[in-house]
């Protein structure tokens, strides 16, 4: 990675720390209009339109950094996601997951907003913690399937030449 495109892994790493306790800071500040948006985003996240489920959960994310009424928390956050956008070894990453059928997890974006609800931070920012590990799990999971069908074609290629 070079000094402006931080690695897909390392991303996630500190998205996972910074939005967790965001969400935390969140809950106790998050207003009645706030967690309506937050739940017209999840409604919109359940679109088939992967760009259009995207976009909802960048929106998600944003607004609930927005919602600490932090404004250093808040542009982190955004920071996080402009490097993200930016990054082609992240761009690459998302197609293979994408590939590989992952999608924004709709469910999981409901229990951050039920956990904002209870007013919480504890359990605010485990529900995101816990979301954001199981991001970098299932994109660990889609790069492992990419990486084992890449060798099992070098491998079929390697028998076909040299079977004889």
């Known amino acids: 990675a070079s000094e402006t495109d931080f690695g897909p892994f390392e991303l996630l790493e500190a998205r996972r720390a910074i939005e967790s306790e965001a969400c935390a800071l969140a809950a106790p500040r998050v207003s009645e209009d706030e967690l309506a948006e937050l739940e017209a985003l999840v409604a919109e996240m359940q679109s088939d339109d ?13 607004a609930i950094a927005r919602a600490t009424q932090n404004s250093a928390m808040a542009a982190s956050v955004e920071m996080l996601w402009d490097a993200r956008a930016r990054s082609p070894q992240y761009r690459l990453l998302s197609e293979k ?68």
Do not use: C
């Open 50 to 62: 992967i760009a259009r489920s995207e976009d909802a959960d960048h929106r998600f994310h944003v």
């Open 97 to 164: 997951a994408h590939q590989a059928g992952v999608t924004p997890r709709v469910a999981e974006h409901a229990v951050i907003l039920d956990a904002l609800r209870t007013r919480d931070p504890d359990t605010a920012r485990t529900a995101m913690r816990k979301h954001l590990s199981n991001v970098l799990e299932s994109i660990l999971e889609a790069t492992e399937v990419h990486e084992l069908e890449q060798a099992r074609a070098r491998v079929a290629a390697h028998r076909k030449r040299y079977a004889g």
